[in-house]
């Protein structure tokens, strides 16, 4: 019987402890860990924000003086794994030039924690990752360019003046020529 009691407050405790993580307080960043509800596996417990397109949509339309750099990227697309560490070297070359790299990862939420947190964190990925989980893909991918078939790796570089879609890899030279455009104006 004290077995039976045990077990049960064991559970109870793990449950309540599965809900306190979830609960967002004042302080806590929410950019950085958010809980979120995954049909099949239930609460997904994830080190990047998670969003829908409709939240996402303004992130592809800042007009704060910087020039963004958006990766549409996925950790089971190998020319997109082969150019990430490019985008890398351009975060790291042109942070005092007001470049910021946003990579938005397409990975099915089943994969974020056991290849994309992964991924990341083995490759020291300092760039902003983001997730968009929104399964209405042929309604967002023209709002990201009319141009986007929907193919990755894609990117998306603008400013307040200029802006250009790319649906193919970059080496590390083809990116940064990318990048001098919208610098040098």
Same mark, same amino acid.
């Given at each position: 019987?004290?077995?039976?009691?045990?077990?049960?407050?064991?559970?109870?405790?793990?449950?309540?402890?599965? &809900?306190? @993580? %979830?609960?967002?307080?004042?302080?806590?960043?929410? /950019?950085?860990?958010?809980?979120?509800?995954?049909? =099949?596996? %239930?609460?997904?417990?994830?080190?990047?924000?998670?969003?829908?397109?409709?939240?996402?949509?303004?992130?592809?339309?800042?007009?704060?003086? #910087? /020039?963004? !750099? =958006?990766?549409?990227?996925?950790?089971?697309?190998?020319?997109?794994?082969? &150019?990430?560490?490019?985008?890398?070297?351009? #975060?790291?070359?042109?942070?005092?030039?007001?470049?910021?790299?946003?990579?938005? #990862? $397409?990975?099915?939420?089943?994969?974020?924690?056991?290849?994309?947190?992964?991924?990341?964190?083995?490759?020291?990925?300092?760039?902003?990752?983001?997730?968009?989980?929104?399964?209405?893909?042929?309604?967002? !991918?023209?709002?990201?360019?009319?141009?986007?078939? %929907?193919? !990755?790796?894609?990117? $998306?570089?603008?400013?307040?003046?200029?802006?250009?879609?790319? &649906?193919? %890899?970059?080496?590390? &030279? @083809?990116?940064?020529?990318?990048?001098?455009?919208?610098?040098? @104006?």
């Amino acid at each position: 019987m004290s077995r039976l009691i045990f077990f049960s407050f064991l559970v109870f405790s793990l449950a309540g402890c599965v &809900e306190k @993580q %979830g609960a967002k307080t004042d302080n806590e960043d929410s /950019t950085n860990h958010e809980m979120v509800e995954d049909e =099949v596996n %239930g609460r997904i417990d994830v080190n990047f924000p998670v969003y829908d397109f409709e939240e996402f949509e303004p992130m592809l339309h800042r007009n704060d003086g #910087n /020039t963004y !750099i =958006v990766n549409f990227w996925a950790t089971w697309c190998k020319p997109c794994l082969e &150019e990430m560490p490019f985008f890398e070297r351009i #975060n790291a070359a042109y942070k005092d030039h007001n470049i910021k790299v946003v990579l938005v #990862n $397409l990975d099915m939420p089943h994969m974020w924690k056991k290849r994309l947190e992964p991924y990341v964190e083995n490759k020291g990925i300092a760039s902003e990752v983001i997730i968009l989980d929104d399964p209405k893909q042929k309604e967002w !991918i023209p709002k990201v360019s009319a141009d986007w078939s %929907g193919g !990755i790796p894609a990117t $998306l570089i603008y400013n307040k003046d200029k802006r250009a879609f790319y &649906e193919h %890899g970059f080496s590390f &030279e @083809q990116l940064d020529a990318e990048v001098n455009k919208f610098i040098g @104006q």
